[in-house]
């Protein structure tokens, strides 16, 4: 959110700059293996053995530009004191190097107008499995226990970040929007995806300004989770953390799920159901409306980057022509989460009764 991945900087790392980043946390890295690991989208991630030790070391980017540059710092410090936290409490987090300077747990590389965050972690041997009862359960239960663990999490939220006092993560996307002013726009299918937004935005609001908040991993899902027989040896990427809903933490995974389960022709929506029932089976808290709202985070994710890129990308026709085709099948994923939706609603109305 607050980082990029540095192509640039890609395609200059060689084992001299790759040492460079690791001598600020390893006194002899003389002889090193490297390899570059291709997933990640904020970040550049480098698989290192060193002395027959595994190391992750992650580059990130932030322009000096950034409205969030100033705070960046307590941003990252906040990260990893919360990575910590959870896995002094049993969360199967990875170890993470302190410098040999100053014993902090990052090193900044400041080059012209960018500073460049490096992180060195223990590397943990896992893989990214797919969407499945197994692992959907799995998960469940661990977002059960990372909740409730940080709930007791005390920390200083930052005033300065705009985005923490927003509903949700991607709701300061809706505040910067570009005009439309391309004959060949896709206005219907835009004008339609905003109209369920704003219904979304109308549900979501009440619930957000009086449910309990707290930190959350907001962008947990497969790609953020490594197995290692078919068990959750560590979960990673916490640089979405935020300041927000339980509902919201769910929508995430809900999201994401659904857009990879459909690609591979797959009915998503006993999954979404499936999900939902684990969690609130090991959570009495979280009610059939709450289950509700996290249905709204996920639509809500999905409107919000579609309304968001169709318009920045107008005048790119061969990024117009994909964000068009993405969003028409997003809206069909839509469609069926608000069908589901509305049967958990009846649902909850029996239960009232």
Request: net charge positive; aromatic share 16%.
């Amino acid at each position: 959110m607050y980082f990029y991945k540095n192509n640039k900087l890609i395609q200059s790392l060689n084992e001299s700059k790759i040492k460079f980043y690791l001598k600020n946390f390893i006194e002899d890295v003389t002889e090193i293996q490297y390899e570059l690991i291709k997933k990640g989208y904020e970040n550049i991630s480098i698989k290192v053995i060193l002395n027959n030790n595994k190391y992750l070391l992650r580059l990130c980017t932030i322009d000096k530009k950034h409205p969030m540059f100033s705070c960046i710092d307590k941003l990252v410090t906040r990260e990893i004191n919360f990575m910590f936290f959870l896995k002094e409490r049993g969360i199967a987090i990875p170890s993470i190097y302190s410098t040999l300077q100053e014993n902090k747990y990052y090193f900044v590389s400041d080059i012209g107008q960018e500073c460049i965050y490096a992180i060195l972690f223990k590397f943990v041997d896992g893989e990214h499995l797919t969407y499945n009862e197994a692992t959907i359960e799995k998960t469940a239960k661990l977002q059960v226990k990372m909740h409730s663990i940080s709930q007791n999490y005390k920390f200083q939220k930052l005033l300065l970040d705009k985005n923490e006092q927003l509903y949700s993560a991607m709701a300061y996307r809706m505040q910067h929007h570009s005009k439309l002013y391309t004959e060949t726009f896709p206005k219907n299918l835009y004008d339609t995806m905003l109209a369920i937004y704003k219904v979304i935005y109308n549900e979501i609001m009440p619930y957000y300004k009086f449910v309990a908040k707290q930190i959350i991993h907001s962008d947990l899902k497969m790609d953020n989770i490594l197995f290692f027989n078919e068990e959750i040896a560590a979960i990673i990427d916490f640089s979405d953390m935020r300041y927000g809903t339980i509902a919201e933490d769910l929508g995430i995974y809900i999201w994401d799920m659904c857009d990879v389960l459909y690609d591979i022709n797959l009915d998503f929506i006993p999954y979404v159901n499936y999900y939902l029932k684990v969690y609130s089976k090991y959570n009495n808290n979280f009610r059939i409306n709450d289950q509700i709202m996290a249905i709204n985070y996920a639509i809500d994710r999905y409107l919000i980057i579609n309304l968001y890129y169709l318009v920045e990308n107008q005048v790119y026709e061969d990024k117009i022509k994909y964000q068009t085709n993405k969003a028409e099948k997003q809206l069909k994923i839509i469609k069926s989460l608000l069908i589901y939706k509305n049967k958990l609603r009846k649902r909850g109305e029996l239960l009232d009764e």
